[in-house]
Each structure stands twice: as C-alpha cells, then as structure tokens.
C-alpha cells in the first residue's frame, strides 16, 4: 500500500492509554464550552481541529496510508466548505467524516470506508462504556471488588450511623449534625437540578464524541474483509457428486433471465427515447407524476437491476466456460446506463419548467453515482472481483460525490438561477421565500419586479395558483421584510464562536445604507 511519513505523528508516546484517558475529558469539556446554547460558527472549526489533532497525536504507526490522506483532506476540505458556506449538508458530512477519519486512523491495514463510517456510528454505544470501564479500572487499580467496597462504601456508611448515634446523645453534635447534613443535601439537590442543564448534557454527548474519535474501532465482525488486499477472485471447487449440473442449471436460468429483462427493457426504452428525450412537450401543467413517481422507480428499478446481476455473479459463475451470460450483463449494464440518463433527462425538463430545487439536483448527483456503480459492477464481472472490491470502490465514489456537493453554495445557487429564469420556468415563490438567511440579500424584490414575475408567470402556466400552496406577492414582500428584522436581530446578538461568513456577508449587504 501507498504510505507517505509525516512529521505530525510521533515516533514514541508516553503511555497513550493514559493520554487518552485525559484527552476525552478535555474534548468533552471543550465541546460544551463551544456548543452549549450557541448556533454552528466557527467553533465547529474550533473543535474539529483540536479533534484532528488528538486523532493524528494517537495514530500508531508514524506513517500514513492512503486512505488515511484521504479521509483526513476530506474532513479538512468539508470543514473548509461549511465555513465557505455554512452548508447543512456540508457540517453534517463534517461531522461523519471525522468520525470514519477517527477509525481509518486507527490503524494503517484500515481500508473501507464505508464499514468505518458504520462502525463509527455502532462506537456511539460502544466506546463511552469502554472509556467508563478504563476510567474505573485506573480508580481501582490493584484492588479487589470485595475490597473497594470495604475501602469506599463501609467506611461512609459507618461515619453517618455512628454521627446519627452520637447527634442523639448530644444537643450540640446534634446541632452541628443537622447543619453539616443540611448544607449536604442542598449541595445534592444543586447538583439534581444542574443534572438537567444543557451544559451537563453537552458535556455527555462530548464524551460520547470523544470516546467515539479515540476508542473507536473497526467492527471486528468486518475485519477479515477489511484486511484483504487482494480484491481478485479464488476460484473454488465444489467436491460434492452433482454440483456441476446444478452450476449449469443456474447458469441457464441466470442467461434466461438475463435476456429476457434485456427484451422488456428494450422495450421500455423505446418509448422512453421517444416520449421523454425526442417528443417531450409541456402543456403547462404540473410534472408531478412525470418527474416524482417516474423517477423514483426508475432509479429503483437500476438499484435492483445492478444487486440481480451480482446474486447472478456469484463465485463459481464468474469461472464458468461459457461467456454467453457475460455478454447478457454487459448489455443488461448499458441499457440500464441509458435508463439512468433518462431520469436525468426527466429531471432536466422538470428543472427546465419548475426551475431548481435541492432534491432535483439530489437527483442528478445521484443518477452520477449510479453511473459509478454500475461501472463497478461492469469491472467486477470482467475482472473477476470480489464483493470487497466493489464496496470499496463505491465507497470513494460516494465520498466524491460528497465532496462534489459539499463545495457549492446551493443556496445561492438556486435562489440565482429561479430569478433569471423567471420568464422561461414556474418560480415557486413561497419555496424560495423559505430559503435560508444567507440568501436574503438576493430574495429582497422590489414592487415592480415581482408584478412583472406575476404577469410573465400567468402567461407561461395554467397552474391554479390561488390554492394555499402558493402565495401572493404582498405576502412574498411581507415575509421577506419579517425574516430580515428576525435575521438583523438574530446576527447581532450572536457570539464570536457563532460567526460564519456567508450570513456575515449577507447582514453587511442588507445594512450597507
């Protein structure tokens, strides 16, 4: 494997099981301190560094694999993009990816990605119990059970009956008995009472983190399929009477199968071509059904196609002599491609007519990711791969994919694009009214420009557009003039750990009279 040496890492650590023991604490500490009661801002960035930085200080081995570089600059590049901006879906991968960061880095043999995002998720329940368990075994080290609770438990227990005992027999001790055990149960009650604040809470679910980011481990139960390097096939023999005619039987029905799909798709796809990609014409009603219910299935339908052809493609199949069942896929393959570019196709009109909207550009990047994946599947039939190859495979893909979302403002985006193309597609306005604070600046519309939105938007569609669905300009102006004084109100009174730039640039432009 790839490996590159960094200085970052170092070579000898003084007790690190001890280290790890103090650094949870003070990443817990530091994450209420920075999240209690505040929005997202820069102290995501705050705690994210601190994280890497513990993650990188208790690697094992100084050296750094590939995957290693790779999920670090991922977490690195998506930090950089919620700051750029202050992206939901950006902050949310942040937080994912520093948690599969956490486990890749936990040895350099760690090579799926997608089984360390899980077993990062299943560490939620693991790891703070592991932390707990390390704490007390450092409070009791070298003790008995049996002991402790003599050295701990009976001693406390005597003091308060024999003080009981000697406050009965006194009117002084018991004077001073009832102030000391007064001020005890005041202190209890105090503590009850902060047990429910958001910061012990904080503290908690900072604990969990921190447990996650250091204890965290590869799931033992993938850990075979995360050690083997060797993604090629092995080719095995089945010693028992008639298993030859039982692989040609299955071989058969998988060809039969296999062609017969291939017809009825066929089929499909011509009248897709020709009612979708060459003869599609808006009327100017709602695309609901073409786009929404037609997509949906048909992106189900590639999911399905690809998972038939790799139950198909089991281990004694992809050795067997005849290559007619290969060819069958192959086909099977690209006409599931070209029903892929359909439901892009499909999404373009609908974008075309209804503008943009964050599921149909979900759609799209989906559809791109299909495409990876069927490309997957394609090379693991030639190839001979395994399974273990093409979880791997995807599992880049999908990070790309992320990557690739996660470094532009949609927002923006969207906002831009429905306004420009106000006169060619329907413009949602209650949709885009609802648009996050950053895109203010871009929302506010004068008198006239919304007048002329009306009259172009009458023209183009027969949308009944006085259902509740919709709403008015006068309310579109209203609720824009709302959320400013809402937004102005909200940025001022926010912390220096809640500052980010998009909304810092936004409150500037909306107050720069």
Not at 99 to 108: D, K, P
Not at 185 to 196: D, H, L
Not at 236 to 251: A, F, H
Not at 478 to 497: A, D, V
Request: net charge positive.
């Amino acid at each position: 494997m790839f490996e590159i040496k960094f200085s970052l890492s170092t070579q000898t650590k003084p007790n690190p099981m001890k280290s790890k023991l103090l650094h949870i604490p003070l990443l817990a500490l530091l994450f209420s301190y920075l999240f209690t009661e505040r929005s997202v801002g820069i102290n995501l960035i705050a705690f994210h560094s601190a994280a890497l930085a513990f993650i990188v200080y208790h690697k094992p081995e100084r050296q750094w694999s590939r995957h290693q570089i790779l999920l670090f600059s991922s977490s690195v590049s998506l930090l950089l993009f919620s700051f750029l901006h202050y992206s939901t879906w950006a902050m949310a991968w942040s937080w994912i990816a520093l948690g599969t960061t956490a486990i890749v880095f936990q040895s350099n043999e760690v090579r799926q990605i997608a089984l360390s995002t899980l077993s990062a998720f299943t560490g939620a329940f693991i790891t703070p119990i592991q932390f707990i368990s390390k704490i007390t075994k450092r409070v009791f080290h070298g003790t008995p059970r049996k002991a402790s609770a003599f050295l701990y438990v009976i001693p406390v227990l005597a003091i308060g009956v024999f003080s009981l005992l000697y406050a009965q027999a006194n009117p002084d001790i018991d004077k001073a008995f009832r102030l000391v055990t007064g001020h005890f149960f005041e202190s209890i009650a105090q503590f009850f009472s902060n047990f429910f604040s958001p910061s012990f809470w904080m503290t908690l679910l900072g604990v969990v983190i921190g447990s996650i980011l250091l204890y965290g481990k590869f799931l033992s139960a993938y850990r075979h399929t995360n050690q083997i390097k060797n993604d090629d096939l092995k080719r095995e023999r089945n010693p028992y009477p008639g298993s030859v005619d039982v692989l040609k039987t299955y071989y058969k029905s998988a060809v039969y199968t296999v062609g017969s799909l291939i017809v009825v798709l066929s089929g499909f796809l011509f009248f897709e071509i020709r009612d979708v990609w060459i003869n599609f014409e808006w009327n100017g009603g709602e695309l609901k059904y073409f786009v929404h219910s037609g997509t949906y299935i048909l992106i189900f339908s590639i999911i399905i196609s690809a998972l038939l052809i790799l139950v198909f493609f089991n281990n004694r199949l992809n050795f067997y002599p005849d290559n007619k069942l290969r060819r069958l896929s192959y086909i099977w393959l690209i006409l599931n491609g070209v029903l892929a570019a359909s439901v892009i196709v499909r999404t373009m009109h609908y974008i075309d007519n209804f503008a943009l909207a964050y599921l149909r550009i979900g759609v799209i990047f989906f559809i791109l990711a299909c495409f990876a994946g069927l490309y997957s599947v394609y090379l693991k039939i030639k190839q001979r791969k395994s399974f273990n190859y093409l979880l791997h495979f995807n599992s880049i893909s999908v990070l790309v994919v992320v990557l690739v979302i996660s470094s532009v403002n949609w927002d923006r985006v969207i906002t831009q694009y429905n306004f420009n193309h106000s006169k060619k597609a329907f413009v949602h306005l209650r949709y885009l009214s609802e648009m996050s604070d950053k895109t203010l600046p871009l929302l506010v519309r004068n008198a006239d420009e919304l007048e002329e939105l009306k009259t172009t938007q009458e023209q183009l569609s027969h949308l009944d557009t006085r259902s509740s669905y919709y709403i008015t300009k006068e309310d579109y102006q209203l609720r824009i003039e709302q959320r400013i004084e809402r937004f102005n109100q909200k940025w001022e009174s926010k912390s220096f750990w809640e500052w980010n730039l998009p909304e810092y640039l936004a409150y500037h432009e909306l107050n720069r009279k």
